[in-house]
Structure formats: structure tokens, C-alpha cells
């Protein structure tokens, strides 16, 4: 539930262009003050939404960038966020590239990864 309502927030100041700065302001006063952020996936649920489209969102990742230099989140639950959507991504591009012959580079089971 908590998940559900955070990817909202995050969806609604990306609407609204928040700053970084004003972005964390609302979301530290719309959760509880004894949140752990890295105990929401607040790290996880940043990276997934600004991976949605064809590049990476600039504006979440400045919020991302931000939670880390105000010591949001950890390093460690950024770096597990990263990897939880490589394997994510290189899931799908296996699933899609099914069909691909074994001389491809998608054949070979080869992506590039952020």
C-alpha cells in the first residue's frame, strides 16, 4: 500500500515539475516521520518511474540525485535499486529477443545496461 501511494507522489510532483528541493518538502510531510526511505524502496520506486518512456526522466532522476545528497537514501539501496532494473531489463530484452538468430548480439544474450 505505502509502495502504491509513494509511486503516486513521486508521479504527482513530476506532474506538477516540482524542484528537487520542493519535491522533497512534500514527501517528507506526506509520510510518516519515522519512514525509513530505504524500508519504502523509496530508491526503487524513483528508478523504476524515471526508466518509463524511451530515455530516462531528467526531473526524477534529480530527485533521485537529490534523496542521495540529503542522505534520503542509502548508496547501498540505490545500488540495489540499479540492479534489481538491470535484471529487470535484461529479462525482458531476452523474452523479446526470443526469435533472434545465434549470431545476433541479442542471440548471444547481450544488452546494454545503465
Not at 509511486?7 to 506532474?15: E, M, P, Y
Not at 530516462?56 to 540505490?78: E, F, G, R, T, W
Not at 534489481?84 to 523474452?95: D, F, P, Q, T, Y
Amino acid at each position: 500500500m505505502k509502495m502504491v501511494n509513494l509511486k503516486q507522489a513521486i508521479l504527482q510532483a513530476w506532474k506538477d515539475r516540482w524542484s528537487d528541493y520542493q519535491w522533497a518538502i512534500n514527501i517528507k510531510k506526506n509520510f510518516p516521520k519515522g519512514a525509513t526511505w530505504d524500508y519504502l524502496n523509496l530508491a526503487e520506486a524513483l528508478m523504476e518511474q524515471a526508466m518509463i518512456g524511451p530515455s530516462p526522466n531528467p526531473l526524477i532522476l534529480s530527485y533521485l540525485k537529490y534523496a542521495i545528497s540529503s542522505q534520503m537514501v542509502s548508496y547501498s539501496s540505490v545500488l540495489m535499486a540499479i540492479s534489481k532494473l538491470s535484471r529487470k531489463s535484461r529479462g525482458m530484452h531476452r523474452a523479446l529477443s526470443g526469435s533472434a538468430g545465434s549470431g545476433s548480439v541479442a542471440g548471444a544474450g547481450l544488452c546494454v545496461v545503465l
